[in-house]
């Protein structure tokens, strides 16, 4: 038997949605919501028991969490509307896995911040600069940002999302570029040498449907 005593919220209890949906980004209309918010906080609680069975598979990730909270799997695929809320193609649902993450307080999406305002200077920068040695570091610097954008990404989700998802997430960041200030972190890390590194981060998969799967 599953134990949610270490989640933030009980997955299955009467008033978890009530509680959840004080904040703003859970005030959205869904089939199912009480079940979709189930599926949210099995996936995406930092103390989730998926989280250890599934530390570097999403999709098995979403998969079990999914049938975990009762949604099923007919002819290798979930319901259609149920597809598109676990393939990210759900913008509100989008924003409240932003915000239900944001609770816990992962200081990965500060970093995240402020390494996109560093490639955003450093691509200007390129654009400017006419010294061949010069350049040589501005694009060093560039592939490292992408680098450091590519990892937090990955950690702040728990794994590799879909376009549609990160584009929530750049939304997110976006409007919280004044309260948070990046570009003062962006200046602290600036100040340090900046390296490129091993590549740690592979191909990205294509948005698209889940693989297919036996029923449940």
Do not use: C
């Not at 911040?113 to 010069?134: D, R």
């Not at 702040?156 to 919280?176: F, P």
């Not at 972190?185 to 294509?206: C, M, Q, S």
């Amino acid at each position: 038997m599953p134990d949610y005593s270490q989640l933030l919220y009980d997955p299955f209890a009467p008033g978890t949605l009530a509680k959840l949906e004080q904040y703003e980004e859970f005030k959205f209309e869904a089939p199912d919501k009480p079940r979709l918010i189930s599926y949210l906080i099995i996936m995406y609680d930092i103390n989730s028991d998926m989280k250890r069975l599934y530390p570097d598979n999403l999709w098995e990730r979403k998969r079990n969490s999914a049938i975990a909270v009762g949604f099923r799997i007919t002819d290798g695929h979930f319901e259609g509307w149920v597809e598109s809320y676990l393939v990210g193609e759900n913008d509100q649902f989008n924003e409240a896995v932003l915000r239900f993450i944001r609770l816990f307080g992962i200081p990965d999406l500060p970093a995240l911040m402020a390494y996109t305002e560093i490639l955003h200077k450093q691509v200007l920068a390129a654009m400017k600069e006419t010294n061949e040695k010069k350049l040589e570091t501005i694009q060093k610097n560039i592939e490292n940002a992408i680098e450091k954008i590519s990892l937090y990404e990955r950690k702040v989700y728990g794994g590799e999302e879909t376009e549609q998802a990160r584009k929530s997430l750049y939304l997110l960041i976006e409007k919280q570029r004044l309260s948070l200030r990046p570009e003062d972190k962006a200046k602290e890390i600036e100040t340090k040498t900046l390296r490129v590194t091993d590549p740690y981060y592979g191909p990205k998969r294509r948005p698209g449907r889940p693989r297919k799967y036996p029923n449940v």
